[in-house]
């Protein structure tokens, strides 16, 4: 897979912002101003919503600011349909079908859930292991990798499929199909999931299920309080915290 | 309330453990050894299950040095019934009833639950206000004060009504009655609940419901696995963590 750094910036004078595109799909990667081929830093893969990486940048760059004062270097890619991708006829009548059913007040059905969430997870994750094939070789980066973030459904089959992901930072906040609350069965990594509470776009039992189907022997749940977007600054510390353990 | 400090140690060069009696009831207290009038330190009592001072010191001591470490006082006192205080003859009685229950592999019923709990608490939130009423006026104590640990009934009840509790890390790991978790959506104190997901002898289902229930705006659920005594380190460091954002 080709990669190509288009561009870069520094955030502040500790963080080096660069734009990629990995055959076409387009990317961010952050890395600490300090890591160098002499000192190389472990990655981060950035996990995010399928709502475009424009609109998402405020708050990945935040997290990739967090995570390079710890040492980390960061990287995303834009998912299928979303952002300046293609359209993808398909996802936009799954997240139409998912409008229509969260706006009946009726709970959402399996069908609903499956349709939206089980291509993306299909087609994004052979896209962020092409990442890592194109991004670990960069002389500033090493092993191993985390991921952080949501779709917490990516993060799952990342977890089962993915053996250079060690450890995984995991958002729960959007619907899961139960075919992923089984795949994460076989999931073995070091997890550390947060859960807004009071998230009422949540299906918190769902939830609470996943977190308990998987296979690790460490998992941590952290519930917060504060709405979907309101995590906590102590609740992002402790996820800080949690890959200095495993990636350190 | 008549406070005897009856012995003295110093557990390492940084804290002092103090034997204590309050009218009768045995206690002890820690202080940072750096704790002075000059210089006072909030104060954090430290719940335990009922299973005897004498048996819960190792871990109450290695508890107070945490919290030392972090500039905390402590302190604890014995259950109604427990340790060296005179047998209680109903407690025996649901403690030997709820044994029984728990080996039939049956759930345990309300009942049981309601007759061990509810007079322990009942019996023991007016001993532990006393004990602050006691301890505050020490030159080297001075308010907030926190509440950590079990049983959580416990501390759900002094949480409702002790005001100088401003903030509690509660351990859900023991069984809770229906009225407690109607008690806890009165609290509004921070709190930071801990539970061992894995831990065999938790109704999870009621702790997490009772997690439901507090009425705090800010209020945090850490989930573990290793069983009943199997805290993790970054649990309880967690804990600390809490304590010093809002004692402090």
New interface residues.
Partial sequence: MALHLTSKRRLDDTVLERDLTLDGVPGILWTPASASAAAPVPLILLGHPPLGLHAMHPRLAARARHAAADGFATATIELPGCGDRPRWPALEQARADLGRAMRSGEPVGDDVIDALVLPLVDRAVPEWRSALDALLPLPEIDGPVGYSGGLISVGVRLAVAEPRVVAAGLFAGSFVPRVITEEARRVTIPLHVLLQ?DDEGNDRQAL?DL??AFG??????????GGHTGV?H??A??VA??FT?HLR
């Fill in positions: 509470w609470l977190f308990d690790s022997e460490e998992k941590t749940l952290h519930a917060n309080m906590p102590h609740a510390d402790a915290q949690f353990r």
